[in-house]
Nanobody
Framework: QVQLVESGGGLVEPGGSLTLTCTGL????????VSWFRQAPGKEREGVSC????????YHVDSVKSRFIVSKDNAKNTVYLRMSNLKSEDTAVYYC???????????????????WGQGTEVIVSS
């Protein structure tokens, strides 16, 4: 059974940092681009970041650019989302999703993803 499992969420103060992980179970992420999405309470899901399947290029939406870094470790079959200088508006459930053989992430919010994780909650609050 193929699964994407997110972890690393939690409660953090504004200005703090968290690293989310997305691990593939039953699937090798080596040939997949992986994106992160988030859904805040009462809001629609939005795209956050994407890393291409070769881990040579990434893309971030403007609201997180310069604060978030996304990367892949194919040896660990894991994708990381390193979040810093967190703001209250970053509070959401974060999901990872995988799509095969994508090189350019710019239109990542429109891709047809093969797998989704169940989400991990991030709360930014003092």
């Amino acid at each position: 059974q193929v699964q994407l499992v997110e972890s690393g969420g939690g409660l953090v103060e504004p200005g703090g940092s968290l690293t989310l992980t997305c691990t593939g179970l039953g699937v090798s992420l080596e040939s997949y681009a992986v994106s992160w999405f988030r859904q805040a309470p009462g809001k629609e899901r939005e795209g956050v970041s994407c890393v291409n399947y070769r881990d040579t290029s990434s893309y971030h939406v403007d609201s997180v650019k310069s604060r978030f870094i996304v990367s892949k470790d194919n040896a660990k079959n894991t994708v990381y989302l390193r979040m810093s200088n967190l703001k209250s508006e970053d509070t959401a459930v974060y999901y990872c999703a995988a799509v095969q053989k994508v090189i350019y992430c710019k239109d990542f919010e429109t891709f047809d993803y093969a797998f989704w994780g169940q989400g991990t909650e991030v709360i930014v609050s003092s």
